[in-house]
Nanobody, 119 residues
């Protein structure tokens, strides 16, 4: 079994910063792409940022220049540093990753962490 557990969400004022973490655990050979998505009630889940096991990162236009995704493969953890936060960044943030497991690839989602930005 493979799982992802997010942490670091909370309440912050506009202009502030938060750092989200997502740690992977379980039985897998390696982690391929990792990413962060977010969802507001009543709307579709949207991509925030992705980071492959090698190669360049990718960001939604709405967060470019403010958010930074990174990963520490020794700790099986992906991070999302969020700066200059805006009220419209308020959402539940979900971690997602593709794992190489016995028999193929497994895509896993975390349970989500709430980020609330007050104006």
């Amino acid at each position: 079994q493979v799982q992802l557990v997010e942490s670091g969400g909370g309440l912050v004022q506009a202009g502030g910063s938060l750092r989200l973490s997502c740690a992977a655990s379980g039985n897998f050979f390696r982690i391929r792409a990792m990413g962060w998505h977010r969802q507001v009630p009543g709307k579709q889940r949207e991509l925030v940022a992705t980071i492959p096991s090698g190669g360049s990162t990718n960001y939604a236009d709405s967060v470019k220049g403010r958010f930074t995704i990174s990963r520490d493969d020794a700790k099986n953890t992906v991070y999302l540093q969020m700066n200059s936060l805006k009220p419209e960044d308020t959402a539940v943030y979900f971690c997602n990753a593709d794992f190489a497991v016995w028999g193929g690839t497994k895509n896993v989602w975390g349970q989500g962490t709430q980020v609330t930005v007050s104006s």
